[in-house]
């Protein structure tokens, strides 16, 4: 086994020390995911998802590609590990993965402004003294 020092990088997460204690953050794959799905230019959201928000099947929607939206969906359930705002409103979209709408896809759009303006957040883990 060899030391390779402080941890820094490790599966998309980043590992930042500080004198308050351990930052874990995910800025790297959140800019990356906005880049990927074209929203890197977007307006941030303030909250998540809308308040009081209901979300249904909606059978007479107009229909998205139902790939481009399972990897949008997916790749913000890994953003969840640290940005655990993010759990509802994933959790409420995952449930449309097959046959998503476009009114399930402007929640996912939603969900991704709000990672534009949060992709600077993480995880403290303080230390002990």
Request: aromatic share 10%; proline share 4%; hydrophobic share 35%.
């Amino acid at each position: 086994m060899t030391d390779l020092g402080k941890l820094s990088y490790f599966l998309g997460l980043e590992f930042t020390y500080t004198s308050a204690g351990i930052l874990k953050h995910q800025k790297k794959y959140a800019k990356d995911l906005l880049k990927r799905f074209n929203m890197n230019s977007c307006n941030p959201a303030l909250n998540p998802v809308e308040t009081q928000l209901k979300v249904t099947k909606d059978e007479e929607g107009e229909a998205v590609n139902e790939t481009l939206y399972k990897h949008m969906v997916g790749s913000l359930r890994f953003l969840c590990n640290n940005i655990p705002d993010l759990s509802y409103g994933v959790g409420l979209v995952s449930r449309f993965m097959c046959n998503p709408k476009k009114s399930h896809m402007s929640v996912v759009k939603r969900l991704l402004r709000y990672v534009q303006g949060t992709s600077d957040y993480g995880i403290l883990f303080p230390v002990k003294r």
